[in-house]
């Protein structure tokens, strides 16, 4: 294959033996490099090299200025804002920076297209004006302000443009306008050189000026790079901008057009992958290049489409390839240090003098935060077992060391929005982990990065009286990270090339590998990121969005003209914009059929494999039997009992093995959470009645301490959680009326003329099982919520926070009481009422549930039926009991016996 750049270099030295007096002006530096490469390895002898320059370090000589660093030019433009009288409204540098970039943008255009400001910015205030016409009668103070800096914009760039020169400085587009406006006199000196440009397309109109002019001296000429095939083709835009050129520009006039190659209709393989999401394309170019040679992979680009495919491209690469070469830069935002400074920047902008849990641990349990706080973890616990919501700093630095470089004081002290302290403690933090950190290499080297871009965020501060918010010192250090970069050093001219689309221009690939070419990503699509309107583009013959497809045309196609293999992946998969659509480029190809080109259409999906999972089973070993009869000497209690009931691997995980739910901060308060504070209020309210009976007095008083008492239980069980607002708050005053409907029920019984006695309130019971299959004791224990005589009958009772239906409580088959887990609510009162026998002889006793969720059913009793519809009979006797202890006996049993593995049970949920 031969390439643009050697069939360049063959047409230079056709036309003239030495270059090395030559000028030779390519798209980027990146292509200057590969020119010298060639060079180097077509020379036979020692010779001097010609001057290669990118075109804009051409555009800088020309211009005698340099381009601005974006992040300086921000600043620069905000002190020209400032000191621009007729724009009588100043915003805020905060605000000015977030729309301070597209109006940079829209001045590099109008300079570099060479547009004459005065009248394009009238025209652009008088649209303003047109759009606000009629809104109101009278003029209101935003609106006017509003036209007024539209009309300031003329003063704005001229005070830009001047602040800028006095400094021999510009933004891109004024190097442009300004190198245009000096090409005469840069002629006038070195007008005699040979000038080469080589592999441009879209030029601006500063560009297309500045070549002209040379081309007239008769030293200097272009080399396009462009094919046959689509020169000739006048629909076809991938040469829509040379043949533009070649038609209009006076040079070409009464000259034979150039010839190009027909390299594009040659024989070439397709071949079109569909892959699922983005990393199905990363591992499909790693098991591509698995079969590729060496010779084959040093012939070999793999081109980005979408350039955060980078690291999983990276991360598939086979072993086969053993040097590869990256043109671009892994961005500084995708590292888990510059995460970690976003939360900490986001957390100090939360915080408003106590800071949300959240927020915290999300510090805390980041890698770069683990390694910062050694105590992290700590802390952590410390916050849960609290359950601290919104700590302050102050409880903070109290689990911690109290100095001023304790990495806790840097996280948590309030910065109170001071943009210099927050610059100050990031940089302590960064040269604390630059210490801590000692094995990961690369985490070394995004620290000095960072430290880096603080840095010069310092410096900027030093300079500029801006940056005094921790706002502002985000956003400009999300831009920084954004366009910062960790770039990767290799050989530039050997081994398979890892690049971005733009950085292929003027170079040939053999074998090309192109990724994400979706419609929306290659090409990118419509985008609008201008205040200048497509009637004002239309006016002043600015590039529309058609043109800037032609460019991304260009690229694509360019990039096939010499290729021998091509294969382009696109992801398939829809995913929020994403539309999973394949490209128009290659519905163009496939459409457009060349009978040289072969394709092969390939769909790649993920093979699913649905595995039966088997239910867990766990033999009872001797361990598990010890821990057993530990359980069954100091008491199963009911909800044990149940919970075996329901899933006996929950009994194993919970009783045996004595694992627990993971502990984490109630940020609101949990149903068992509620449940508890209800349970304790009423056990406060009730317990100094033992032994009387109950007066309207009595529950009156309680009606009056509801809400203090509610209060005290809240601060006891929800310690360190906040109560006084939002969900919480609607839990606290559920809490009051579940209490107030209860005693409301009780003082409506008493006024009936019913007599209450109460007899125990939350009295732990225990019972002694004899089981004689059983060589140990077993008893079973439990606490029971209330046990009180309804006009003189015992009723025991259990209070539920959640919903319980009348249903629940009714037996008709007493092999499902200790078989299904609907009736697990009678289990535990019958447990309770057989506990309760061993003091009491029960004989015409009641057992139920007062569900606060259902108080209006009031006392919902247990009852035993003969058949679904049969009568209910609500009295536990002994024979009742005698028949529970059947069922809790065989229960026990199979609990207990060795042969009988815990066998997981299929829950629906």
């Not at 530096?29 to 370090?57: C, D, W, Y």
């Amino acid at each position: 294959m031969v390439t643009f750049l050697q069939e360049s270099l063959a047409a230079l030295r056709n036309s003239r033996a030495d270059i090395s007096e030559s000028i030779i002006i390519l798209p980027s530096k990146r292509a200057g490099g590969f020119l010298m490469n060639e060079l180097k390895k077509q020379a036979s002898v020692t010779h001097f090299a010609p001057q290669i320059l990118s075109i804009e370090e051409f555009i800088e000589e020309i211009a005698n200025l340099s381009i601005i660093d974006p992040t300086e030019l921000i600043f620069k433009s905000y002190k020209a804002y400032l000191n621009t009288a007729s724009i009588r409204e100043k915003e805020t540098f905060e605000n000015y920076a977030t729309w301070a970039l597209t109006l940079l943008n829209d001045f590099n255009e109008v300079d570099r297209y060479l547009i004459e400001p005065k009248p394009f910015f009238e025209y652009l205030a008088n649209i303003k004006t047109l759009e606000r016409w009629g809104v109101e009668k009278q003029e209101s103070k935003l609106v006017s302000s509003y036209l007024q800096f539209w009309e300031g914009l003329p003063s704005l760039y001229n005070e830009l443009w001047n602040l800028l020169k006095s400094e021999n400085l510009g933004y891109q587009g004024m190097v442009y306008r300004e190198a245009a406006n000096n090409i005469s006199a840069y002629i006038a000196e070195h007008g005699k050189k040979h000038h080469v440009f080589i592999g441009f397309n879209a030029l601006n109109a500063a560009e297309q000026k500045i070549i002209q002019q040379l081309l007239k001296t008769g030293n200097s000429e272009t080399f396009w790079d462009t094919d046959q095939h689509f020169y000739e083709d006048s629909k076809h835009s991938a040469s829509y901008f040379i043949r533009k050129y070649i038609r209009e520009w006076s040079y070409y006039e009464g000259k034979e057009k150039p010839q190009f190659p027909a390299n594009f209709t040659s024989e070439k393989d397709f071949k079109i992958v569909e892959v699922q999401k983005n990393v199905g394309q990363a591992k499909y170019v790693g098991e591509l290049l698995t079969n590729f040679s060496d010779d084959k992979l040093n012939k070999t680009a793999i081109v980005l489409g979408d350039e955060n495919l980078l690291v999983p491209v990276l991360n598939s690469l086979p072993s086969n390839v053993n040097g590869i070469n990256v043109t671009m830069g892994v961005p500084l935002k995708n590292f888990p240090a510059t995460v970690f400074f976003e939360l900490l920047f986001n957390l100090q902008l939360r915080s408003k003098g106590s800071i949300y849990y959240k927020d915290v641990l999300s510090l805390l349990s980041h890698p770069i935060g683990s390694i910062l706080v050694e105590k992290a973890k700590d802390i952590s616990n410390k916050l849960t077992s609290e359950n601290i919501t919104h700590p302050t700093p102050e409880i903070l630095f109290s689990f911690s060391k109290t100095n001023e470089n304790d990495p806790v004081k840097l996280l948590f002290e309030n910065w109170n929005d001071d943009g210099i302290k927050a610059m100050d403690n990031c940089l302590k933090i960064l040269k604390q982990l630059n210490i801590r950190i000692k094995t990961d290499k690369i985490e070394h080297l995004v620290i000095q990065k960072l430290m880096e871009v603080f840095g010069n965020i310092s410096a900027l501060a030093e300079k500029y009286p801006y940056l005094n918010s921790v706002k502002t010192v985000l956003n400009l250090f999300s831009e920084l990270a954004n366009t910062s970069t960790l770039d990767f050093e290799g050989n530039a001219y050997n081994g398979p090339q890892i690049m971005g689309v733009l950085e292929t221009r003027v170079l040939d690939f053999e074998h090309l590998v192109i990724t994400s070419v979706n419609e929306g990503v290659f090409p990118s699509g419509k985008s609008n990121t201008s205040f200048i309107t497509y009637d004002l583009k239309q006016e002043f013959q600015l590039p529309l969005y058609t043109e800037k497809d032609a460019i991304y045309t260009y690229h694509f196609y360019r990039m096939l003209q010499r290729a021998k293999t091509v294969t382009l992946l696109y992801n398939a998969h829809s995913d929020g914009i994403n539309s999973g659509e394949k490209s128009r480029f290659v519905r163009q190809l496939e459409f457009e059929n060349n009978p040289n080109h072969n394709y092969e259409k390939i769909i790649l999906s993920p093979s699913v494999t649905i595995k039966s999972t088997a239910l867990k089973e766990i033999q009872k070993t001797e361990q598990v039997l010890t821990r057993l009869k530990e359980i069954a000497k100091k008491g199963f209690s009911p909800s044990a009992l149940t919970s075996y009931i329901r899933n006996p691997i929950d009994f194993y995980f919970q009783k045996i093995l004595k694992l627990s739910e993971y502990e984490e901060v109630e940020e609101n308060i949990a149903a068992n959470t509620l449940g508890t504070i209800v349970h304790d209020t009423l056990e406060a309210f009730y317990k100094p009645l033992e032994g009387q009976l109950l007066s309207i007095a009595h529950l009156e008083e309680m009606k009056g301490n509801i809400p203090l008492e509610v209060t005290k239980q809240f601060q006891k069980t929800f310690r360190g959680g906040t109560f006084s607002k939002g969900k919480n708050l609607i839990v606290f005053e559920v809490a009051k009326r579940y209490i107030l409907n209860f005693i409301t029920l009780e003082i409506a019984d008493v006024k009936a003329g019913n007599q209450i006695k109460i007899e125990q309130i939350e009295t732990k019971l225990t019972l002694n099982i004899p089981i004689p299959e059983l060589d140990f004791e077993v008893n079973i224990g439990g606490i029971v919520d209330r046990v009180d005589r309804y006009n003189g009958k015992l009723r025991i009772i259990d209070y539920k926070t959640g919903s319980v239906q009348q249903t629940d409580l009714e037996i008709i088959e007493w092999e499902s009481l200790t078989q299904d887990y609907k009736y697990s609510k009678a289990f535990q009162v019958l447990a309770y009422a057989a506990m309760i026998s061993k003091e009491v002889p029960l004989d015409t006793a009641e057992g139920g549930i007062i569900s606060f969720k259902n108080l209006n059913n009031g006392f919902l009793k247990f009852a035993t039926k003969a058949s679904s519809r049969g009568a209910k009979d609500t009295n536990i006797s002994q024979e009742v009991l005698s028949t529970f202890f059947i069922e809790l006996k065989r229960l026990i049993l199979e609990i207990c016996d060795q042969n009988t593995p815990f066998i997981e049970k299929e829950i629906e949920r």
